[in-house]
């Protein structure tokens, strides 16, 4: 359920009521439709948990005042959402919103509202074995968000279903010196991608044990990870969201390889083209501030992605 603060003034629903007592001659009447909003996740190496606290959703028109939803519990009452977001891997997927009605047409941006800041409170942390919990951080998170600059259609009549990546690898940075009323502070910056669901599908497969014998991986299995980029022949290299070269070919997402012996890896939520996909077993040195020569990649494949189905790929 979710609390609906402002449309132009007033609430959409308050709208469509005053449309209907207008009579139904009007071919200009406003329609509405649903949208379904998941969020989905790529792994982080070494964390058991990464909770983050939503407490807002606001969806901007193209043209007109922005909606702002606020997350509510079962009985309607505002309250944050706390997800944790490795639980959402491999194509899983968890709602924002779940059969919101917005009004149909264009807009241009979503914004999350988290509650992710360095003051003594865990409502968003990350937690690593022991338990040990830091705080997340979200710079300028209370004013501006975590702001999605993907503009998409809401259509009458159609399912209106988008995910949202939220590719952890690319996002968590711990500073030198970080320090809060709890201990050390994590950032979280995070490279957020929208998709319209129904226009995405799945690279899942296995990766050949073969490749991670020789002494690129020296018997290290903490950062197994498959990088996915977009395009085929591509050159894999490690994240690194702040390099300014418009010809780093940043991976799309990033997907884990199972630990169970069997070395297999989903990669979701991709929309249709070519891609290729590496893998690595140093995926934990990744620091996405900077470059790291010590991810090194030691077997790549290219792979084609259809919408709507699953394209079972191995490596190499």
């Known amino acids: 359920m979710y609390k609906h603060i402002a449309l132009s003034g007033l609430s959409f629903s308050l709208m469509l009521l005053l449309l209907a ?11 509405a439709s649903r949208i379904d ?9 070494g964390a058991d948990a990464v909770w983050v606290e ?19 519990d079962v009985n309607g009452n505002p309250t944050p959402k706390r997800i944790n977001l490795l639980d959402l891997q491999g194509g899983v997927r968890d709602m924002l919103l779940d059969g919101y009605e917005l009004p149909t047409g264009q807009y241009s941006w979503i914004r999350l509202m988290v509650n992710a800041e360095a003051d003594g409170i865990l409502d968003s942390y990350i937690e690593f074995p022991g338990p040990l919990q830091y705080e997340l951080r979200v710079p300028s ?3 501006t968000g975590l702001k999605i600059n993907t503009g998409f259609e809401i259509l009458e009549g159609d399912t209106n279903d988008y995910t949202i990546d939220f590719d952890l690898r690319k996002s968590v940075h711990q500073p030198n010196g970080q320090v809060g009323p709890l201990g050390p502070v994590y950032f979280l910056r995070p490279t957020l991608r929208l998709v319209k669901t129904a226009t ?25 990870a498959v990088y996915v980029f977009s395009g085929a022949g591509v050159i894999p290299v490690d994240v690194n ?9 940043n991976p799309v997402t990033t997907a884990a390889i199972s630990d169970d012996g069997n070395f ?11 891609y290729t996909v590496a893998a690595t077993c140093a995926a934990d040195l990744d620091d996405p501030e900077q470059d790291d020569a010590a991810v090194t990649f030691v077997g790549t494949a290219d792979v084609n992605v259809t919408a709507g189905g699953e394209t079972l790929h191995p490596i190499p």
């Open 141 to 143: 998170g209370p004013q």
């Open 21 to 31: 007592g207008c009579g139904g001659g009007d071919t200009g009447t406003t329609t």
């Open 54 to 72: 939503f407490s807002e959703v606001v969806i901007q028109p193209a043209d007109g005042a922005r909606i702002n939803i606020l997350m509510e």
């Open 200 to 224: 995405t599908g799945t690279i899942s497969g296995t990766v050949d044990p073969v490749v991670f014998a020789g002494e690129a991986c020296d018997g290290n299995t903490v950062g197994y």
């Open 264 to 274: 297999t890896y989903t990669a979701a939520y991709l929309s249709g083209g070519t």
């Open 37 to 45: 909003l998941g969020i989905t996740d790529a792994p982080i190496d």
């Open 241 to 249: 969201v702040n390099d300014p070269d418009p010809a780093r070919n």
